[in-house]
């Protein structure tokens, strides 16, 4: 038990952001937070699809800290990274229900 908290400890050094996402429909909005400065406004966010390995957003959260993207309808794992200004990285993997939604894949 001891060293799975140290793997969580080592986890948070590494990716000290944190990757908030919400899914409507066939959408994915992704926010990110500092643990000490709150809501980041300027990051590049990556999302990889897990599966395939390829890159299907690579762009920056917009003025108002959100970046909204079509998730594809085939995809079962994203993971989603996001570097803020100064460098700071934060990691988030998305599987099974977190990206499935009723009308996920009739491209609304």
């Known amino acids: 038990m001891l060293s799975g ?5 080592q986890e948070n050094l590494r990716y000290p952001l ?16 500092s643990p000490t400065k709150g809501p980041v406004k300027q990051a590049q966010i990556q999302v990889i699809d897990e599966d395939t390995q390829q ?4 762009a920056p959260l917009n ?6 993207f ?3 309808s085939l995809s079962t794992r ?11 990285e934060g ?7 977190e990206l499935m939604n009723d009308d996920i894949g009739s491209g609304q």
């Open 5 to 9: 908290c140290t793997q969580l400890e």
């Open 18 to 33: 944190n990757v908030n996402t919400h899914l409507s429909g066939n959408r994915l909005e992704v926010r990110v937070n």
């Open 55 to 58: 890159v299907i957003v690579d």
């Open 63 to 68: 003025n108002n800290g959100l970046l909204r």
């Open 70 to 72: 079509r998730v594809p």
């Open 78 to 88: 994203l993971t989603v990274l996001a570097v803020d200004n100064e460098g700071n």
């Open 91 to 97: 990691r988030r993997l998305l599987t099974g229900d």
